[in-house]
């Protein structure tokens, strides 16, 4: 009786997995290669699957499958996917149906007047929309519910386990060492000249090199390919088919050559899961921090490495504008490690970069605890911005309207950025101890180190949870101290303050 | 009453095409982007969405429908919809679940059977699986009834109206007509000399001359794109987005230059059906054979006539080989329509096309007659390719089993060709009454000719039947002369016999 039940159960999972694929498609195609007149189409095909995957999600169908299974399964894989089907169920179940369908019509009509508002630097006009975004969330957060803080229920979407509790003892001891390092950095004597990476540096000699590096990190082309696009990012279909996105910048190499190593990274994490996962909820990365993790762990620690470009610099010369020829290996690593506080943080470096974070933690947390109003944010954002990072928006579209996440209601979301830094320190502050990573990257053979980000890491899926997997790798929970180490040690090196 | 069950009628409609739309994007992609790795999970993936797409096609829901709405709606749209849906679901409905099911699992496995039998030349190992499929067609054949041969019901699936009766009165004349002039053309004074065509064509240049021509068809790039592909296909996903795929052969630019016109051909039609139709099954081309005539018609009509080549050669000759310089345009001309029997359908010319499809419907129509058996097959393909064509295969490979086509099950399929290259010279006929075609082509705007095509065949997708659009347009039913008259006055132009 259970056997058929799991299958049953295990079918209607393919079967959702299935419409998954085919949305992911869609999406990828949306943003890569497909005509701009056929997407208000797209979009309404896009809407019925995502509409399908939802009827399941919530079926009765699947709960029956949840009560009868629970508790009565031997099967790992079976178990661990009964906990996430139960959570989704119980997450959208929670939501009234008439406010669920009205949240998803706010999300799209929100996403559009954002793009306007910061275009026309304008968030008068997109505030109503925010403000009922917010008003969504903090009723969402109450009706899934939570111990301590009402953040955390949001948290919990995309950083399963954390919680205000964990990230306000560990976010401004980060935010402390951070400016202190900023300040040292902005007397120190020795600074990095930006200006020897400029030049125009053909698109067609990117993309090669672009190629190259991902072959190098072990990214399988068999099971993936690199496209351009305005926003890069990697998306896992199946592990068979993973693909990255990058964007070329023909004025600023750094655009293309960290981006597709970054999203190199993600993509190596979902090649590289259990393919027994497949067909199920498994068969993804367990969380947003996780995830960014590995990409910041290829983009910082590896490719951002002074290891690295003793390697790869000739071969990047090879590819490179002939004025690279003339730039030292030194004056190459400190120029592309330069820090410079900005104001948009999809440029910032990574050192500022958690600071930018920081602002955004903070002033959400107060917004969904109901401490600050939406109507204060554009304020707050820019003297956060001042305090951290000493630098202060001129204008809205700069400042508070800059990201696109709160206009998709995504709030939550941002930690995992600051949480893939801290982790990412963590785990290579472990791998450190098996392996020899400064050699291996001289080298430039990185199958080690795949190996180990797989064994330890990838392979997993989503079978544990992210502090499970945190915990199991390094012995501890979420420690700030590595990434504080490394970033400490790489710029006073480079900055020898 | 009748509102709401109309409303509900379109939506599930529109369900199955938006199942219908992400199952062509994910076809678009294995045949021109897809990681080779991930194909396994996508042909489950792929068959999760054709299954649910048969359940609502035979659901007890559309049923309702039909029954509820039949007679009972005014929409002329709702009313071919419903028309298109009661096809389909009778159809299908015929078919017991469990052979439709032990049909689909043989439809897979005899077309991998087939590839390796190709390969191998090796009629006999697929000789089993080829005398199921014939078992099956016949048993469907029966169960969907017919009212004098059992072909008819199979010709239907392709061709909506076609018969054998109809079929017997012209493919023998054509057969006549094409063989006395392949006789006179062998011995003519004036032959062609293709050697002049040779030399190697930069695939980068080739592209760039597509590109062109397309355009200049008034193919939409906004609502569109062209990529390139092992065996090219045009796809509608949705009227904005049509998709054209070619393939360069540096060694022959006629692959990729009368491909990408032909596929063109195919993806104007879809381009320009009434957008009012999206979301409904009528959103496609009506036929086969119709559509074949929207790619025929551009290829050979159009494409390669020397009105076309007077206008376009000098273009041709800025991407191609310099060679080209020498050659003069009437050596040009001539030798692109060469006419030469051969062995292998799809590289027949415009003459001898036809001949390759009078083998096949001879073959397939007594094979499903049951008047011969599969094991007559190899025989009977290399006497009647003897007797029509004067060529005799050596071997099976480039015999009885080039075709993909009865690996699939599709019998009823191969007469579309020949009857897209009459419906293409009865509507060439009738545009002549109504516009001065080869001016238009010296002068290279094609807009009339694609509004002509639009306004009497693009824009009604599926709201007329074949028969009912070619009766509609040129006043008659299927008529051979046209074709054996254009062909017999090009020709005699081209060889001067």
């Not at 869609?26 to 995502?50: C, F, I, Q």
């Not at 960290?258 to 497949?278: M, R, V």
């Not at 440029?347 to 970069?353: F, G, H, M, R």
């Not at 700069?398 to 941002?414: A, K, N, R, T």
Request: aromatic fraction near 12%.
């Amino acid at each position: 009786m259970t056997k058929a039940t799991e299958e049953k159960f295990m079918a209607l999972l393919k079967e959702e997995a299935s419409y998954g694929e085919a949305i992911g498609l869609m999406a990828w195609d949306m943003r890569t290669k497909a005509p701009k007149k056929g997407m208000d189409n797209r979009s309404e095909v896009l809407g019925v699957l995502a509409q399908k995957v939802h009827e399941i999600q919530t079926s009765d169908e699947m709960k029956s499958y949840i009560d009868e299974l629970k508790g009565n399964t031997q099967d790992p894989v079976i178990q661990k996917s009964l906990q996430e089907a139960e959570e989704t169920y119980n997450k959208t179940a929670k939501i009234p149906t008439s406010e669920y369908r009205a949240y998803v019509t706010l999300q799209s009509k929100a996403e559009s007047m954002w793009g306007e508002a910061k275009e026309n630097n304008d968030f008068e006009s997109f505030r109503p929309y925010l403000e009922k975004l917010v008003e969504y969330n903090r009723k969402f957060a109450d009706y899934w519910g939570y111990e301590n803080h009402r953040y955390d229920a949001l948290l919990n979407n995309y950083e399963p386990g954390m919680t205000v509790e964990i990230l306000d003892q560990v976010f401004p001891k980060v935010r402390k060492a951070l400016t202190n390092l900023l300040e040292a950095i902005k007397n120190a004597p020795n600074q990095p000249d930006p200006s020897v990476l400029e030049g125009h540096f053909p698109k067609e000699q990117q993309e090669k090199f672009s190629y190259e590096i991902l072959e190098r990190m072990g990214y399988d082309f068999e099971a993936g390919r690199l496209d351009e696009t305005v926003h890069p990012f990697a998306i896992g279909l199946n592990h068979n088919d993973v693909r990255v996105t990058t964007k070329y910048d023909e004025r600023d190499f750094r655009t293309a050559v960290f981006g597709t190593i970054h999203e190199g990274g993600h993509a190596l994490y979902e090649q590289n899961i259990d393919p027994k996962l497949s067909f199920t909820p498994l068969a993804t990365g367990t969380s947003m921090g996780i995830h960014e993790s590995q990409s910041l762990f290829w983009e910082n620690f590896i490719s951002r490495s002074e290891a690295f470009w003793e390697n790869h610099y000739q071969l990047f010369q090879s590819y490179a504008p002939d004025k690279f020829n003339d730039i030292s290996l030194d004056e190459f690593y400190r120029a592309i490690n330069e820090v410079k506080p900005s104001l948009i943080r999809i440029e910032a470096d990574e050192l500022t970069y958690c600071l930018h974070i920081m602002v955004r933690y903070e002033l959400e947390k107060a917004l969904i605890g109901g401490e600050i109003e939406v109507k204060d944010l554009p304020e707050l954002w820019n003297s956060k911005m001042e305090d951290y990072l000493g630098v202060k928006p001129s204008n809205d579209s700069e400042g508070v309207l800059q990201d696109i996440h709160w206009s998709g209601g995504d709030f939550g979301y941002f930690p995992s950025y600051a949480l893939g830094y801290m982790y990412a320190a963590q785990f290579e502050n472990k791998m450190r101890e098996d392996l020899d990573i400064e050699s291996i990257i001289r080298q430039g053979d990185f199958e080690q180190i795949k190996k180990w980000l797989t064994n330890h890491i990838h392979q997993y899926g989503k079978m544990k949870k992210p502090l499970e997997i945190l915990n199991e790798v390094t012995g501890e929970g979420l420690n700030a101290d590595y990434l504080i180490n490394y970033l400490t040690n790489k710029y006073k090196n480079i900055y020898q303050y």
